[in-house]
């Protein structure tokens, strides 16, 4: 079982940026794909930005691209969701997961291993 954990989220004004971390115990990274999800208040869980292992590709949810930007640094075993534009919708928990950046990655079935989350607050 991987343990994963994030940290960086806090409050951020509207238009303001962030940056998440998430920390991952494996042996390497490189060979893991990792996504960010997300849960608003009230709202289902859903798929953010996701970093596939075997060939490096990064894909992100419609209403986070241009705004997001995955990135991974492997040494470091950890990968990072920096976030600029923010939005009062963006507030939520934001969780890391391990798994296959499949076309249906949003949903988050096919990501074995979780961390605990992140609390994003936007607000003025």
């Known amino acids: 079982q991987v343990q994963l954990v994030e940290s960086g989220g806090g409050l951020a004004q509207p238009g303001g940026s962030l940056r998440l971390s998430c920390h991952a115990s494996?042996?390497?990274?490189?060979?893991?794909?990792i996504a960010w999800f997300r849960q608003a208040p009230g709202k289902e869980r859903g798929g953010v930005s996701c970093?596939?292992?075997?060939?490096?590709?990064?894909y992100y949810a419609d209403s986070v691209k241009g705004r997001f930007t995955i990135s991974r640094d492997n040494a470091e075993k950890t990968v990072y969701l920096q976030m600029e534009r923010l939005k009062y919708e963006d507030t939520a928990i934001y969780f890391c997961?391990?798994?296959?950046?499949?076309?249906?990655?949003?949903?988050?079935?096919?990501?074995?291993?979780w961390g605990q989350g992140t609390h994003v607050t936007v607000s003025s």
């Open positions: 970093s596939n292992a075997s060939d490096g590709n990064t």
């Open positions: 997961a391990t798994g296959p950046c499949t076309p249906d990655w949003t949903t988050g079935l096919h990501f074995t291993s």
């Open positions: 494996v042996s390497s990274l490189k060979n893991w794909g």
